[in-house]
T-cell receptor, first 115, second 112 residues
Framework: EAGVAQSPRYKIIEKRQSVAFWCNPI?????LYWYQQILGQGPKLLIQ????????DSQLPKDRFSAERLKGVDSTLKIQPAKLEDSAVYLC?????????????FGQGTRLTVV | GDSVTQMEGPVTLSEEAFLTINCTYT??????LFWYVQYPGEGLQLLLK?????DKGSNKGFEATYRKETTSFHLEKGSVQVSDSAVYFC???????????FGAGTQVVVTP
């Protein structure tokens, strides 16, 4: 079974530039999550999709971050404009459904450095 | 709000030593509890889970028991190997949408 695919693996940009990350979840998984993991901290949920609808985006800084999940499959997360404090690893995860007992599978993440 | 607190690392051990990583939580209701592991260069993987009080999760020689009275979910392994070197995250889910809330992670380094 193919895992969660993310690209790019690494990205370095200057502050005020824009950047986009892509995620391809495991086939058939209805639930998709984007997490932000700042160095030395645990992952923090940014946004959760159920199919192509947003379930929770309460922690997403909506003035600069946006995300979409077209056709309930792939997803993109965009930052515009980036700030220094956005330097982090951005993790995508998917699960078959949103039930708490359902395992979430994580991608390898995209490491973003804002200089 | 809900939160997870786990012991700070790094934890450095010799091979075959006993490992304990403490994890306590604060939550309303009855959360499901998880341990995730992140090996170098890899994504987070579910190590084990427990969904109700007194449940014991186990996998790859690791164990953790859901203790409601002490709001704890400590991870243990009786004899670690070099290949167990990784960052371990304790996490919980309290809502019906499967939102994971993570602790800060504990790095474990096992030396030969």
């Amino acid at each position: 079974e193919a895992g969660v695919a993310q690209s790019p693996r690494y990205k370095i940009i200057e502050k005020r530039q824009s950047v986009a990350f892509w995620c391809n979840p495991i086939s058939g998984h209805a639930t998709l999550y984007w997490y932000q993991q700042i160095l030395g901290q645990g992952p923090k949920l940014l946004i959760q999709f159920q199919n192509n609808g947003v379930v929770d985006d309460s922690q997403l800084p909506k003035d600069r971050f946006s995300a979409e999940r077209l056709k309930g499959v792939d997803s993109t997360l965009k930052i515009q404009p980036a700030k220094l404090e956005d330097s982090a690893v951005y993790l995508c995860a998917s699960s078959f459904n949103q039930q708490p007992n359902t395992e979430a599978f994580f991608g390898q993440g995209t490491r973003l450095t804002v200089v | 709000g809900d939160s997870v607190t786990q012991m700070e690392g790094p934890v450095t051990l010799s091979e075959e030593a006993f490992l304990t990583i403490n994890c306590t939580y604060t939550a309303t209701g009855y959360p499901s509890l998880f341990w995730y592991v992140q090996y170098p260069g890899e994504g987070l993987q579910l190590l084990l889970k427990a969904t109700k009080a007194d449940d014991k999760g186990s996998n790859k020689g690791f164990e953790a028991t859901y203790r409601k009275e002490t709001t704890s979910f400590h991870l243990e392994k009786g004899s670690v190997q070099v290949s167990d070197s990784a960052v371990y995250f304790c996490a919980l889910i309290t809502d019906s949408w499967g939102k994971l809330q993570f602790g800060a992670g504990t790095q474990v380094v096992v030396t030969p």
